[in-house]
C-alpha cells in the first residue's frame, strides 16, 4: 500500500498520496498541526509539528493502552509532544487503530506496531535529512516503541515510561539496538518496579547497551500534572544529553 497523507481537508481523488506528492502537500500545509496518513488498517489521525530547524531531529509519541482509555491526547504524551517541539524536533504524535478519528479495530499489539510503523514512515517521509529519529512511549505505548526499535534499526534512541513489564514479554530485545531511558514510578500499582528493574539490568548486560533508569519516587502508573512535569524534565534531559554528547563527538572527528 502507497504510504498516503493529508491535512483534515478533502482527499485528493484517489484518497491517498504517493511519497512525493505527500511531500508536496506537506509543504503547502505545514502550519497545520492536524494530519491524516495511511496506516496497514485504514487512515490514522495525528497531531505534527514540523521543526523549522533544518535537519531537525524527529519523535514520534505513542499513547496507552487503547482499550483502557489511552489517546494521543493523553496528560503524558501531551506534555512530550509540547517539550519534544521547544526543543527543536518535528514531532508526531497519534491514535492508533479505533481511538478516536483513526480507522480499523484494536489489535492486540500486532497491529498497533504496524501503526506506529506507518507514523515513522510519515516522519521520514517530510523529515528525509533528519540528523535523529526518537520513539517515546508510555505505558502500552512504551512497548510498542521498543517493538519498533527491533524493526527499525535506524532509531536513534528511546524513550520508555512506565514500561509494562510485568505484562509484555521484552526478550525481543535480544540485542537491543540502542540505549535509551527507562522511567518508572516506585510505587506503580500495576507495573511493580521489581519486574522493570530486571529488564534493565538485561539489558545493561548487552554489549554496547547503556540504558539510563530512573526511579520517581511516590509515583504509580498514572502520574499527577507535577509528576507528568517531572516526567517531561527526565526526557529532556536524557535526551539533550544523548544529543550534546554526539555533537562534541562529531567535533572532535
Known sequence: MPLGFAPLMPPLSDGFQTPHRLKMEWIREKTMPEVMFAGP???????????????????????????????????????????????????????????????GRYDGGIGEISDACAGLDFLQTVNPNASSQWVLGYSFGAYVGMQVLMRRPEMGGFVSISAPASHYDFGFLAPCPCGGLI???????????????????????QKGVSIDYRVMAGAGHVFTPEQTEKVVDAAEDHVMGILNRNRMALAAD
Open 41 to 103: 488498517d485504514g487512515r490514522l489521525e495525528g497531531r505534527y509539528h514540523h521543526s523549522k530547524r533544518p535537519n531537525a531531529p524527529t519523535a514520534l509519541l505513542l499513547h496507552p493502552h487503547p482499550l483502557h482509555g489511552g489517546t494521543m491526547n493523553n496528560r503524558v504524551i501531551h506534555a512530550l509532544y509540547q517539550r519534544m517541539q521547544a526543543l527543536g524536533f518535528s514531532v508526531l504524535r497519534f491514535n492508533m487503530r479505533g481511538v478516536g478519528r483513526s480507522q
Open 183 to 205: 522511567l518508572h514510578g516506585a510505587d506503580d500499582e500495576l507495573v511493580p518496579e521489581a519486574s522493570v528493574k530486571k529488564l534493565v539490568e538485561k539489558l545493561n548486560t
